[in-house]
């Protein structure tokens, strides 16, 4: 069984900039990711639950497994990103299997 | 006078303003009573899909005529030029900063298809006639605002972060736009014949359809009034005075165009509403930097019921008296 290094992105932003942020992943290479939902959140931009008519402010979870290129190149357009919209992002090291698929 | 609060209070004893007066109170007293998230947005398809078809209908039944094309034409002036009015207001009386103004301000240049239903559930039960087309109208009043706000805060966030197609599509394309106009011309391609077979859906359940809806917002704005932290004396004011501003300005140029009072009323009632939807949505992409804790609680939780339970009665008076 063989372990492979990789870098776990894991990205948090508002529901209408979803796709925007996903081109990012796919323009550095990146060949799948994972998109999650939330159930309520606070922070900068204010409070917001789900079902509490907060339009636009439903955060999305994007799961990533990268190789660090293409990390690299993914927090560089993040770290602009952010400059103007609300986001986290959050990088670790990971071990993965089948780590030629990442 | 007397009859006009005679018909006030009337309104107030309907099942639907009762229902949200309970939601409010149920959520004012942290009552665990919700409404799940996909059923809300559910009801919310089934109350636009069902006042563009029946609003088509009519407009079938009754013809499109000149009149239509003045109230569109007043609904998008007032679309696009409330909001700069709002933002004037805003800057004067209050600290709020420019882009929050702005994006504040341009929910008040949109329109809640809630405070439309109720209007003109409101105008039918007084016996006070008005276009069927009106529908479409609402329509056409959905998105302006929204490019309004962008030139008066002077934003740059989608052009520089390549949202713009993004923007392009919730001001064009809307979902509740798009749902609405469509409906409208199915109602009106389908007539009386398509009105027979959606009768019951359009009709008695959009009835408890509307009562669960107005119990949700009753909840939500009870919900985020009690959280609101950034509130002020001065917003709150504006929240309360602008529909009044903004209905009176419509009164005005509909007088001036020769709009049929009903038409008039349904004018200033969309004039004096402000969207918690549809625009709240695109500020998100627009001006990201906008504070949602002020413009969602002004519209939600001050502007939406004030014109619920006084607003509508009021304008629809108006329009009698001084157009009449």
Known sequence: MQLTRRKKLEIVVEAPVLRRVEAFLSEAGVRGWTVLPSLAGAGDSGEWRSGDFTPGQEKRLILALVSSEAAEKVLARLADFFADYPGVVAVSDVEVLRGEKF | ?324
Do not use: C
């Not at chain 2, 919700?34 to 398809?45: I, S, Y």
């Not at chain 2, 407009?59 to 499109?64: F, H």
């Not at chain 2, 276009?131 to 959905?142: C, H, N, P, S, T």
């Not at chain 2, 064009?172 to 019951?200: P, Q």
């Open chain 2, 1 to 324: 006078m007397v009859d006009s609060l005679q018909l006030a209070l009337t309104n107030l004893l309907t099942p639907a303003i009762l229902f949200f007066l309970l939601g409010f109170g149920a959520g004012w007293f942290k009552s665990d009573l919700a409404v799940p998230e996909g059923a809300a947005k559910t009801l919310a398809l089934v109350l636009m899909l069902s006042i563009g078809f029946k609003g088509g209908v009519e407009a079938a039944r009754a013809g499109l005529s000149a009149d239509f094309m003045r109230a569109a034409g007043l609904g998008l002036a007032l679309s696009f030029g409330i909001p700069v009015i709002a933002f004037g207001v805003l800057r004067l009386i209050s600290r709020l900063d420019r882009t929050t103004a702005a994006a504040t301000a341009a929910h008040y240049g949109s329109v809640s298809i809630v405070t439309f239903v109720a209007g003109t559930e409101f105008l039918r039960v007084s016996g006070v006639p008005f276009g069927g087309y009106m529908v479409a109208v609402v329509a056409l009043m959905e998105t302006p605002a929204i490019l309004s706000a962008l030139i008066l805060a002077g934003g740059g966030a989608p052009g520089r972060q390549g949202l713009r197609s993004e923007l392009f599509r919730e001001v064009a394309l809307n979902g509740s736009v798009v749902l609405l106009i469509g409906a409208f011309l199915v109602g009106l391609l389908t007539g009386d014949a398509g009105m027979a077979k959606m009768e019951v859906f359009v009709g008695p359940v959009f009835q408890g359809v509307l009562v669960l809806f107005l119990l949700d917002m009753g909840l939500v704005a009870a919900r985020r009034l009690s959280a609101a932290r950034s509130l002020t004396l001065p917003l709150v004011g504006f929240a309360l005075i602008m529909p009044l501003v903004s209905s009176a300005l419509a009164l005005t140029l509909a007088l001036i165009l020769g709009l049929a009072p009903g038409n008039a009323a349904v004018l200033a009632i969309l004039a004096a509403s402000a969207s918690y939807i549809a625009v709240p949505a695109a500020m998100r992409i627009a001006l990201p930097d906008a504070d949602p804790g002020v413009y969602l609680t002004l519209s939600l939780a001050v502007t939406f019921p004030f014109n619920l339970v006084f607003g509508v009665p009021l304008y629809a008076a108006a329009a009698q008296a001084f157009i009449g």
